[in-house]
């Protein structure tokens, strides 16, 4: 466990250090070029040193309320690690992999373990697509509004989806992916949206049909919210009555500070709709393995954006939300479209992690 690090900046101390690269990478884009041999190693090493970083500090942590769910997982570890039975029908695969891992290691090694689950795969599809330039979509990926809860709060959701993206680096091997794809299933049903998500758009992918479905939501959510939360409550989404439970249930103080239309997520949402809007339909990007992460991304958001007005509509909000940072970065990392490509990255960085640090400094802080 980290003893080092006061649990008041354990956070904040993810957060600052995100806020330092990220304004140290732009400046460092305003003095060389992206493929410059000092620009390579730089990014490397550090990319290297916060892979290493992150997974230690989150899954060191100490067990504090501080961290949401994390004290209700230890208190299932230390369960199982005395012998208690598997209970739970839902979500069997992380059950499983949780009494396995009591019966032969510490809480804090479990952590830890979940930890790489979580963080790898965002290096591993990162260094796939974008070779030497891998840290600019892993580093897109850490400073998501998003990353930091599904760490350390919601981790089964975090990496049953994290096990999606790794399934998706096999999309080659499509023996490999569906494996991949089963294990999140049974790590957290809901994945079952991005998978079958990803499967449609392998048959039909044309973003400009995606796009008007996605932008059609946010009017029949406006006029007819609660008609689409009774009805994918009532269809039992994924056959499980917890999922159903997210949408009709009241959300516990302290869960989500506001329901109703949520305007303000809404706008963080579409940072990557605008992305790909930009670089499909007016920089004529073309490229199908982008448009196939784009199109997910637009399904899964447009269900979100339905169940809206659900107390517990985050849950579904993080099932586009973990795949924002490669949509955005993907094309700025394939093809270059401005004059100082490297700048331009820099700035959407910058602007990108603007939103997280703003919501936790001036929102709720």
């Known amino acids: 466990m980290n003893t080092l690090v ?10 600052n250090l995100s806020f330092f690269l990220a304004l140290f990478t732009f400046f460092h884009a305003l003095i060389l070029d992206l493929d410059d041999k000092k620009n390579l190693v730089y990014i490397n090493f550090i990319g290297y040193l916060l892979l290493f970083f992150l997974i230690i500090h989150i899954g060191q942590r100490p067990i504090s309320a501080r961290f949401g769910d994390t004290t209700n997982y230890y208190k299932s570890y230390l369960a199982y690690a005395n012998g208690a039975p598997i209970n739970d029908a839902n979500d069997y695969g992380w059950h499983i992999f949780m009494k396995a891992m009591a019966s032969i290691t510490s809480i804090h090694t479990f952590f830890t373990v979940c930890a790489v689950i979580y963080i790898f795969p965002m290096y591993r599809i990162s260094k796939l697509y974008f070779k030497e330039y891998w840290f600019y979509a892993f580093f897109m990926f850490i400073i998501s509004f998003s990353f930091w809860t599904y760490g350390v709060n919601g981790m089964r959701n975090g990496a049953a989806c994290s096990l999606f993206l790794w399934g998706v680096t096999y999309q080659r091997n499509k023996v490999v992916m569906s494996l991949f794809f089963l294990i999140a299933v049974l790590f957290h ?24 479905i996605w932008l059609l939501c946010i009017p029949l959510s406006l006029t007819l919210g609660t008609v689409w939360v009774s009805l994918f409550a009532n269809l039992g989404f994924g056959g499980d009555d917890r999922l159903a439970g ?25 940072f990557a709709v605008f992305a790909g809007w930009y670089f499909v339909l007016k920089k004529k990007f073309v490229d199908q393995i982008y448009f196939q992460l784009l199109n997910t991304y637009l399904i899964c958001n447009g269900f979100w954006i339905l169940v809206i007005n659900a107390n517990y509509s985050n849950r579904f909000a993080y099932l586009s939300w973990f795949m924002m940072a490669i949509v955005i970065i993907y094309p700025l990392l394939k093809e270059r479209f401005f004059i100082n490509q490297h700048l331009m990255i820099g700035k959407v960085m910058v602007l990108y992690f603007s939103f997280t640090y703003f919501m936790y400094y001036f929102f709720w802080g």
């Open 6 to 15: 006061p649990i008041d900046w354990y956070y904040p101390l993810y957060l």
């Open 189 to 212: 049903k809901t994945t079952l949206l991005p998978i079958f998500a990803f499967i449609a758009t392998s048959y039909f992918n044309n973003p400009k049909v995606y796009f008007k």
């Open 246 to 270: 997210y949408l009709t249930s009241q959300a516990e103080a302290g869960t989500f500070s506001q329901t109703g239309f949520r305007w303000d997520f809404l706008f963080h949402s579409t």
